[in-house]
């Protein structure tokens, strides 16, 4: 039993100092520290006599003790020359090696020498004197390769978890351990940060890998990457070392492993140890990891692993990870994948998100604020205010998240939400909570006892809704968020659906009153009955919001509910899947409906967003009007209605340009000049005789090229036609390919007007997809087509899917046979049925009587069964010959609306 231990009542615990406990020592035996826990338990043989003068250790998690510094104490007389100070620094990294230490420090209280006791180098090797083990240290240097020589002082007297309270040398003290730790580990000891790092590449690469012996999607891909880019990651940060039962789990000794051994012994204990450290969501049951799609019972899976941890050893230490990695990894995967169009459910532009964040003033708002995304993807707009802040040369991470004692304390209480069904579909929030332990992890590296807290900080930011379609919309809280920055997705087919769930639930048929067009619609619905009085939102829309004369209930709302601070026009192709025209909604929220807006509306126009609008996004920092709408929205919000606009993009507008107006498009404030001067709207080009003959003949190799992609389309049907045996069938009568239906005469102009709602009204005509106008009921919910019964278009035919209505003018066709491709009898139809009419000019008809008799061709096999497969062949070849008229058609108008000038 120690008596030192005893008499300094240390034996229940050292001082407490912000996460650390502090031992002044100097008589009692690494055995003694074992026996009371405060060293880890193992076998200190030789060692176990050997007495530490002082340690800094980490007793949070018990079962994981982790010491964080070593010191050796000398006398001065002691610690004069340099022998004097290798001897110490030996003798201090002899007891530092043996319990794990990650720093040692050598001092006689006047002078210090801090070291790395894990980075060997063959500059300090030396025999130690208990058992002849040759060792090695690095001495801790600065910036400029100088020897670390800060002094290591604790004036504190009584126990102080909050670093904040510590006396101030004490504090700076442990504020210098923090740094330390930041910056050291096993291959470096300077405390400088390193060049940012991207491993997007490498992402690439292992995707071939995986796909090669697995055929799995993307997604699934990547899956595996991010859970091996995890292991490598915590292993690098000297956090995964060894598990609870002392099996090491590092990265080094995985890969030191043949490939047999390696991934049977990463599946035996490395993964049951990170779900251990990182625990699953009671909730969503997701962590940071959530599988791999290789399997070690399979050899060329075994193999394939290996080879991928080569791979990771050969890129090197994945530390200082380049922000805008989380973006591009998804770039790597989601362009091999046929569903790109999902690309926007992951992630919004990072110079979007910034400029977002950077206006939002979102570190002034009180502690504990309410901070929301509903529809979060990869949690750009949760997590990047901490490296906006950095960029402005500000402690983003620890102005945002604070370790008290055994607890994480974050300033404000972040919430993103986003929903899922599959297992690829979570993929979203595994990756959110994956990207925040690389935000975060330099808190963990200085404190690796936490992890399961830290497992808890993820688990409580992000929430995946798999229980019902509405996701996130399916959480009630009114008045409760102090802030929204989102950007919800933009759907319109299916949405119905959503509000037929609204509608089966009476809480939630209570909260949403407005029966906006789309789910974009009930976002903003939700977001400003969620949020407090006076909180603020910023919310990214499609412009059909501002326009759509269905969505005027909910342009009312937002100005009744509402201030609207500001309008940001953004660039079309802004986002990675679609190519709608989109704007920030900068709104707050009024304390009462009878308060009038007085305050002007800020208004800008960004043409270019820092990157190319492309599928590459190339970065194109010097082409970037993000930044000059922040610093003028920034100055707007001190003085609105004296704010003077810097240049042409930003105008203020009056509120009442926008009190009842038909829409709020914002663009329609700048004229035709000033849109092309701002590269918001193409010039009408000017061309010479010269340059209009170069044009043409542009077109003509353009010409030259579609036909002959008319040409090999041709051959493929010729040689397709040889072999193609076909059938004619009836569209209609008892043994006939379709059950027809006609539409009701009720839906009149006048009986749309007094029924609007969401659900299309089909017609006769042939623009805006045929739709007359949406009503707030629907006849039919099915897979059909539609053909226009009269009129100067009649025999138009459209391919249906969802819910719909129509009136007499149009008539459907509705499947009532197996093996029916409905696209191959769309182009087939609107290349025959059109020369089917009765009647002339504005008269001709194609009524229920003449349809069902007419004949179409069916392809069959040669048991007379339809031929299905066949007939998504056909389909493919109409749909490229349509592209082929379609790329005509738009070259022609090119050489048509050019203008031509003499001079």
């Keep these: 039993m120690s008596e030192e231990l005893l008499q300094k009542s240390l034996n229940k615990g050292g001082l ?63 610690f004069i020359n340099e022998k004097d100070k290798i001897d110490a620094i030996e003798q201090c990294n002899d007891i530092a090696q043996e319990i794990g230490a990650k720093i040692g420090l050598a001092t006689d209280g006047q002078d210090f020498i801090w070291f790395n006791p894990n980075h060997k180098n063959k500059d300090k090797e030396y025999k130690d004197r208990t058992t002849g083990k040759i060792r090695s240290y690095s001495l801790i240097v600065n910036k400029n390769d100088i020897p670390l020589k800060d002094d290591f002082l604790v004036d504190q007297k009584n126990d102080e978890e909050d670093l904040d309270n510590l006396k101030t040398k004490t504090q700076e003290t442990i504020k210098l351990i923090h740094k330390i730790l930041s910056f050291i580990d096993n291959q470096h000891s300077k405390l400088e940060k390193g060049q940012m790092i991207n491993p997007t590449i490498l992402a690439g690469q292992i995707w071939q890998d995986v796909w090669s012996v697995s055929g799995a999607t993307p997604e699934k891909c990547l899956y595996t990457f991010v859970e091996l880019f995890i292991f490598k990651y915590l292993s690098d940060l000297g956090i995964l070392q060894e598990d609870d039962k002392g099996n090491k789990v590092n990265f080094d000794y995985i890969f030191s492993l043949n490939p047999d051994k390696a991934f049977r012994n990463y599946s035996d204990n490395v993964r049951p140890y990170l779900k251990v450290m990182f625990p699953a969501s009671e909730d969503d049951q997701t962590t940071i990891i959530n599988g791999t799609v290789l399997n070690p019972d399979v050899d060329e899976h075994r193999l394939v692993f290996h080879k991928i941890l080569s791979k990771f050893k050969k890129f090197g230490p994945l530390k200082n990870i380049d922000p805008s990695f989380k973006s591009q990894v998804f770039e790597a995967f989601m362009k091999r994948s046929i569903s790109q169009k999902k690309w926007g459910q992951f992630f919004t532009p990072r110079n979007i998100v910034d400029a977002i964040i950077s206006i939002s003033d979102i570190d002034k708002l009180p502690v504990g604020s309410k901070i929301c995304d509903p529809a979060c993807g990869v949690g750009g707009f949760v997590l990047e205010p901490i490296r906006v802040k950095e960029e402005k ?30 297992r690829e579909e979570q993929l979203t929030i595994v990756l959110a909570k994956a990207n925040m332990l690389i935000f975060v992890s330099d808190l963990l590296k200085q404190n690796p006892s936490l992890s399961k807290e830290f497992s808890k900080l993820f688990n409580n930011t992000f929430k995946l809704f798999n229980k019902s379609i509405l996701g996130s919309l399916s959480k009630i ?129 960004v043409s270019s967003i820092g990157e190319t609008l492309d599928i590459n996004r190339f970065s194109t920092p010097e082409n970037n009007d993000l930044p000059d709408m922040v610093n003028q929205f920034n100055q707007f919000k001190g003085s609105k209605n004296s704010f003077t606009p810097q240049n042409s993009r930003c105008k203020t507008l009056s509120f009442e340009k926008f009190n009842n107006a038909e829409h709020w498009v914002i663009d329609r404030f700048w004229n035709d000049e000033e849109l092309v001067a701002l590269g918001v709207k193409e010039e009408v080009k000017n061309f010479s005789v010269d340059d209009y003959i170069s044009l043409i003949q542009q077109t003509e190799n353009s010409i030259r090229k579609l036909k002959n992609d008319l040409l090999d389309l041709s051959s493929e049907l010729e040689k397709s036609n040889k072999d193609e045996q076909i059938a004619y069938k009836t569209i209609g009568g008892d043994n006939g390919l379709f059950k027809i239906e006609k539409g009701k005469s009720e839906y009149t102009k006048s009986y749309i007007n007094n029924n609007k709602g969401e659900y299309p009204v089909y017609s006769s005509k042939t623009t805006e997809d045929g739709v007359i106008g949406n009503i707030d009921h629907y006849d039919y919910e099915t897979k059909c087509l ?40 769309l182009y087939v139809l609107n290349r025959d049925l059109s020369k089917y009419y009765a009647g ?64």
């Design 393 to 422: 040369k500000e402690d983003g991470l620890n102005f945002y998240y604070k370790i008290e004692g055994k607890e994480i304390k974050p300033k404000y209480q972040f919430f993103g939400f986003d929903k899922g069904f599959e």
């Design 786 to 825: 539609t053909w226009t019964t009269d009129g100067t278009y009649v025999g138009t035919v459209y391919y249906r899917n969802g819910k719909f209505s129509m009136t007499t003018h149009c008539g459907a066709l509705m499947p009532k046979v197996d093996k029916v491709h409905l696209p191959y009898f």
């Design 16 to 78: 407490i100092l912000g996460p650390f406990e502090y031992y002044n020592l100097g008589s009692t035996t690494l055995n003694d520290l074992k026996k009371y826990k405060i060293i880890p338990s193992k076998n200190y043989d030789s060692y176990g006599l050997r007495k530490p003068d002082g340690l800094l250790v980490d007793r949070r998690n018990k079962k994981k003790l982790s010491v964080i510094l070593a010191i050796e104490w000398k006398k001065g007389e002691k």
């Design 477 to 605: 809280n009114r008045n409760y968020y102090d802030l929204v920055l989102t950007n919800p997705p933009y759907v319109i087919p299916g949405s119905s659906n959503y509000k037929e769930a609204i509608k089966n639930n009476a809480e939630l048929n209570e909260f949403y009153k407005i029966n906006a067009t789309g789910l974009e619609g009930l976002f903003v619905e939700w977001i400003i009955r969620s949020i407090k009085p006076n909180a603020k939102a910023f919310i990214i829309i499609p412009d059909g919001i501002l326009n759509r004369l269905s969505d005027a209930k909910l342009r009312k709302f937002i100005q009744e509910e509402c201030f609207i601070d500001g309008m940001i026009s953004l660039p079309q192709d802004a986002f990675y899947t679609t190519s709608k025209k989109t704007y920030i909604l900068a709104l707050t929220k009024k304390n009462s409906k009878i308060d009038i807006q007085k305050n002007s509306i800020f208004a800008y126009l």
């Design 840 to 903: 002339e000019g504005s008269n001709r008809r194609i009524t229920v009587n003449i349809i069902e008799d007419v004949s179409v061709p069916v392809p069959i096999k040669k048991d007379g069964s339809f031929d299905i497969d066949k007939q998504i062949e056909i389909a493919q070849k109409y749909k490229k010959l349509e592209d082929i008229k379609t790329t005509l058609k738009e070259e022609m108008q090119i050489l048509s609306e050019v203008k031509i000038s003499f001079d």
